[in-house]
């Protein structure tokens, strides 16, 4: 089982770069998901690594295989890979049984005997035995998503690639679609590429996530890693909300925002650098006014403006005495305060991210 | 370690261009020269001729042909034809648009099949057909009138300049139907609707909502209609000649006859062709301004308007619009092919297939044109739909550089009246490297050319209805992209293809204007030798050829109405 290394890919649409010097590594039987917004890229990156498109400069490998170069490309039908589209391109004019086997047709030496076997027992692990006759305009959305996958896994490819699979389906099917694919992934171990632009999606089915910004990695790592150590103000705002405040060092380990100053989760910055920090909404604990100092926490004093109970949590926009920051903080929603009120906001050092991007 | 990774690294590459090559790349790079020669040769002597000297260029040709008082007479003529033509098409078209698509008049699906028999039906064939009706002397509907009246002038003379606008706008009104009843289908009620909440009246809402939505379409219409006349060769020739004046279409045909003048031939034209893009250009800005996309809505209700007590009468209009442009020429052809003396009363004495048989299995020269005009039909159908499925499939799918050019040559012949295609064709394949006059090879080079669009727009709408993913996800799969067309794009496009494969075998059945100049003794087709025929007077056999070119047609038409599963007017261009 191969994994893939992308090196400096890039691909130009008029004088837009849609893909600008993108590099990955997926190990062998990894699923990472290619997270981003609508237009970043995603699309466009797995097209090249399918061999749909050449790209510009770069090159794309597969084990030993440099499947992809400007130079060369290994057309999409000899790379040993299987694709599942976002609109699914199941072919209406075959059934469930012909769109499966399709794939099938072009492993040299496997008996017809054998090949319906395969059929069968694919659809029996995407729990559609039973719908071989049918043709896929017979077949609801959720159906027709397994149909695509598994005319995807039939073919035992080296490299499986999703396209923004479940976009299509509506939100209880797509919740259950995510273990699904999380549990095929585990049981076969496919090496795989998943595009999707729904981080809690990512979050759930990939081992790695790279989050693509305007046609590069602007960070990949583990859910945990990018949720609570983002290194670019990208990032952090693209995974789960944030908020950001922009500063300069004063010390190696803190900021000034105005006249306030923030003890930060790092010892190492360079007084007079303008940093920006992350700090995630439920990282910050709601006080009474006027708390009493801690060492290695930041206590703000602060008015709510707004307050949303979104049930589990309140949602509160608090703005920081003495300054133009207004805080987003998520609360357990025990305690119900009104907005106007006053408050004391406790941030632990440890929850004040620095972001290697200004 | 470096030095191994290196060597690995230079060796997948080039098994990685070993592996690369596109197999099919060769045959979308013929398709598109294919289309390239097609196109560039003709025009490229049309346009040298037109200029060409002894020695270097002249603009003598040119000077000649406008100075000429009789081709200035003609240009006025064609003039006058084409407006009318399409002023009456509207003043007609529109109308009928309207009621089928908008109120409760009866046989909505009767009218539209009439209104598509008259889109199909060959002009000449009506011209024909309006001879024996109202000819001055010999005209049935003229004897009529005298026996009826006892008078001595005839009530009608078809060979006239209004008779002749009158039969060329019996076949031309389908273009403005067409245009209106698809943008009328387009627009919901509840944009009138929205107006008339607004306050606006009954005519407020017409005058201020739905002419100005249809407006584009009316006008748009007008240039078709208005094309069609002016590339029209065979009602002219058949209406305006024996009234003793020439159009630019008979004119041009007039310098084939001995000794040929191509050159002022080419010079004439060179202006049609560009007057044709004009107009063209003209219609396409008009529709693509305020294109259909701001009219749609598709889950707009379109409310039917209750004519009351107006229904029957209004059928009754539309029917005497099908009387002068279906009833009365089927009627009279019909009667012509049954009849010993088409101008007598209808008699056992006189009823006979005597025409049946004579022309189709005794009169040789009728005989072979059938011949002809069958295998030219399949020929060019088959060919044609099958250029014009890979040429739509290669712009579709951006297969070549060059692809948008190729794209706009598959359509360039619609600017391309016949009567100058042939002109073209004639100067190019008179000559090495290619000689084909005198065979029926240029017959299929011209039905292929100005056929082209009508194939090309039909496949070119049936790709697009087909995504690219449907393809792909059959290349990943492991199919090569030969393989996918064969089991993938093929039978998903079949119909369309099917249907493309029918409009250009209606199209080459009833061709005439580029037929009557490139035709050798050896190599008439139908459309010609009905065109003879009138010289000899034979209007029995005519009669019977006209019948089988319709029947044919029909036919063909029933075939497209299965394989799209909608009627040919649907088609919105
Ligand atoms: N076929 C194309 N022609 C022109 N521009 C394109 C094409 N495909 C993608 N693009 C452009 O490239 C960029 C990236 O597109 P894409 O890879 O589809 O993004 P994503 O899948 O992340 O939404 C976008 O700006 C898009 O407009
Ligand atoms: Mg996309």
């Known amino acids: 089982m191969p994994g893939v290394a992308i090196k400096d890919l890039a691909r130009h649409y008029g004088g837009v770069a849609a893909v600008d010097g993108l590099s990955l590594d997926v190990k062998p039987g990894e699923l990472v998901a290619l997270l981003g917004p609508s237009g970043c890229g995603k699309t466009t990156t797995l097209r090249l690594v399918a061999g749909f498109l050449k790209p510009e400069s770069g090159e794309i490998w597969v084990g030993d295989r440099c499947l992809s170069s400007p130079s060369a490309v290994v057309p999409p039908e000899r790379r040993r890979m299987a694709m599942i589209f976002q609109s699914y391109a199941l072919?209406?004019?075959?059934?469930?049984?012909?769109?499966?086997?399709?794939?099938?047709?072009?492993?040299?030496?496997?008996?017809?005997?054998?090949?319906?076997?395969?059929?069968?027992?694919?659809?029996?692990v995407v729990q559609l035995a039973g719908?071989?006759?049918?043709?896929?305009?017979?077949?609801?959305?959720?159906?027709?998503?397994?149909?695509?996958?598994?005319r995807a896994l039939v073919v035992e490819p080296e490299i499986l690639l999703l396209d923004e699979p479940l976009s299509n389906l509506d939100a209880?099917?797509?919740?259950?679609?995510?273990?699904?694919?999380?549990?095929?992934?585990?049981?076969?171990?496919?090496?795989?590429?998943?595009?999707?632009?729904?981080?809690?999606?990512?979050?759930?089915?990939?081992?790695?996530?790279?989050?693509?910004?305007?046609?590069?990695?602007?960070?990949?790592?583990?859910?945990?890693?990018?949720f609570h150590q983002p290194r670019t103000r990208f990032v952090a705002e693209f995974i789960g909300k944030t908020n950001l405040v922009d500063g300069m060092a004063v010390k190696p380990d803190a900021i000034a925002h105005g006249p306030l100053t923030f003890r930060v989760a790092s010892d190492t910055l360079v007084p007079g650098a303008h940093v920006a920090l992350s700090i995630r909404p439920h990282h910050i604990e709601l006080v009474a006014p006027n708390a009493p100092k801690e060492d290695g926490v930041n206590i703000l004093q602060g008015s709510i403006e707004r307050?949303?109970?979104?049930?589990?949590?309140?949602?509160?926009?608090?703005?920081?005495?003495?300054?133009?920051?207004?805080?987003?903080?998520?609360?357990?929603?025990?305690?119900?305060?009104?907005?106007?009120?006053?408050?004391?906001?406790?941030?632990?050092?440890?929850?004040?991210?620095?972001?290697?991007?200004g | 370690m470096s030095v191994s990774t290196h060597r690995r690294a230079s060796g997948a590459t080039l098994r990685g261009r070993l592996e690369g090559v596109d197999r099919s790349l060769p045959v979308w790079v013929a398709t598109a020269l294919a289309i390239v020669a097609l196109m560039a040769l003709p025009l490229a002597w049309l346009g040298y001729m037109s200029v060409g000297a002894e020695q270097g260029t002249t603009f003598g040709h040119y000077r000649e042909v406008f100075r000429d008082e009789a081709l200035r007479k003609a240009l006025w003529h064609t003039l006058v034809l084409a407006f009318w033509t399409g002023l009456v098409s509207v003043a007609l078209g529109a109308p009928l648009a309207w009621l089928t698509a908008r109120t409760n008049v009866p046989g909505k699906k009767l009218i539209r099949a009439l209104v598509m028999a008259s889109f199909v039906t060959p002009p000449f064939l009506g011209a024909f057909a309006w001879v024996m009706l109202a000819g001055p002397n010999a005209g049935l509907l003229n004897r009529m009138w005298r026996d009826l009246t006892g008078a001595t002038d005839p009530l009608l003379d078809i060979f006239t300049m209004s008779g002749l606008v009158f039969v060329v706008t019996m076949y031309t009104f389908p273009y403005v139907y067409i245009m209106l009843a698809n943008t009328l289908a387009l627009i919901a009620s509840d944009l009138e609707d929205a107006a008339a909440i607004h306050g606006a009246g009954r005519l407020g809402v017409a005058l201020t909502i739905t002419l100005p939505l249809v407006a584009p379409a009316i006008v748009s219409g007008f240039i078709l209609a208005v094309l069609q006349a002016l590339a029209l060769f065979g009602s002219p020739?058949?209406?305006?000649?024996?009234?003793?004046?020439?159009?630019?279409?008979?004119?041009?045909?007039?310098?084939?006859?001995?000794?040929?003048?191509?050159?002022?031939?080419?010079?004439?034209?060179?202006?049609?062709?560009?007057?044709?893009a004009l107009l063209l250009l003209m219609q396409k800005r008009l529709l693509g301004r305020r294109g259909y996309a701001t009219v749609g809505g598709k889950g707009g209700q379109r409310r039917t308007i209750a004519l009351g007590i107006w229904r029957y009468p209004a059928l009754a209009a539309v029917f005497v619009v099908m009387a002068g442009s279906i009833f009365l020429p089927y009627a009279v052809l019909a009667k012509a092919a049954f009849a010993r003396a088409w101008a007598q009363p209808l008699t056992w004495s006189n009823v006979t297939l005597a025409n049946f048989t004579f022309t189709l299995f005794e009169y040789s020269s009728t005989k072979a044109a059938i011949l002809n005009t069958v295998e030219l039909g399949l020929a060019t159908a088959t060919m044609g739909a099958g250029l014009a499925a890979l040429l739509s499939y290669v712009t579709n799918r951006r297969l070549v550089v060059g692809h948008q050019l190729v794209a706009f040559l598959a359509l360039a012949p619609v600017v391309i009246p016949g009567v100058v295609l042939a002109v073209a064709l004639f100067i190019a394949y008179t000559r090495?490297?290619?000689?084909?006059?005198?065979?029926?090879?240029?017959?299929?080079?011209?039905y292929l050319t100005k056929e082209m669009p009508v194939g090309y727009a039909q496949s070119d709408a049936?790709?697009?209805?087909?995504?690219?993913?449907?393809?792909?996800?059959?290349?990943?799969?492991?199919?090569?992209?030969?393989?996918?067309?064969?089991?993938?794009?093929?039978?998903?496009?079949?119909?369309?293809?099917?249907?493309?494969?029918?409009?250009?075998?209606?199209?080459?059945?009833?061709?005439?204007?580029?037929?009557?100049?490139?035709?050798?003794?050896?190599?008439?087709?139908?459309?010609?030798?009905?065109?003879?025929?009138?010289?000899?007077?034979?209007?029995?056999?005519?009669?019977?050829?006209?019948?089988?070119?319709?029947?044919?047609?029909?036919?063909?038409?029933?075939?497209?109405?299965?394989?799209?599963?909608?009627?040919?007017?649907?088609?919105?261009?």
């Open chain 1, 91 to 124: 072919w209406p004019h075959m059934t469930v049984a012909q769109n499966v086997a399709y794939g099938l047709r072009f492993k040299r030496g496997l008996p017809r005997a054998e090949r319906e076997k395969k059929v069968g027992e694919i659809l029996r």
């Open chain 1, 307 to 357: 307050a949303s109970f979104l049930g589990e949590t309140v949602d509160y926009q608090v703005a920081v005495k003495d300054s133009d920051l207004v805080v987003r903080v998520a609360a357990p929603a025990v305690a119900r305060l009104r907005p106007g009120g006053l408050v004391g906001l406790r941030i632990p050092r440890a929850a004040c991210v620095v972001l290697a991007e």
């Open chain 2, 432 to 446: 090495p490297p290619f000689v084909l006059y005198g065979t029926l090879a240029i017959l299929f080079v011209a």
């Open chain 1, 172 to 226: 209880n099917l797509r919740e259950e679609m995510r273990f699904e694919i999380r549990r095929l992934h585990e049981e076969f171990a496919i090496t795989t590429l998943y595009v999707t632009h729904d981080q809690g999606e990512a979050m759930v089915i990939s081992d790695r996530i790279a989050v693509l910004e305007r046609g590069r990695v602007a960070q990949i790592g583990t859910a945990d890693e990018l």
């Open chain 1, 131 to 150: 719908y071989e006759a049918r043709y896929p305009g017979e077949l609801s959305g959720g159906q027709q998503q397994r149909v695509a996958v598994a």
């Open chain 2, 237 to 276: 020739a058949i209406l305006a000649l024996p009234a003793g004046f020439h159009t630019i279409t008979t004119q041009v045909w007039s310098f084939f006859h001995f000794p040929p003048k191509v050159e002022q031939a080419a010079a004439v034209s060179i202006p049609l062709l560009l007057a044709t």
């Open chain 2, 462 to 573: 049936t790709f697009r209805s087909i995504p690219p993913d449907l393809e792909e996800a059959g290349r990943i799969l492991g199919a090569g992209r030969l393989r996918v067309l064969r089991d993938v794009t093929a039978p998903l496009a079949r119909s369309g293809i099917i249907a493309a494969w029918c409009f250009i075998f209606i199209g080459v059945i009833r061709e005439l204007s580029a037929s009557i100049i490139l035709f050798t003794p050896n190599t008439r087709v139908m459309s010609v030798v009905i065109f003879d025929l009138k010289e000899e007077g034979q209007f029995g056999a005519i009669a019977v050829l006209g019948l089988a070119m319709l029947a044919m047609t029909f036919a063909t038409v029933s075939v497209v109405q299965a394989a799209l599963g909608r009627d040919v007017l649907g088609v919105k261009e």
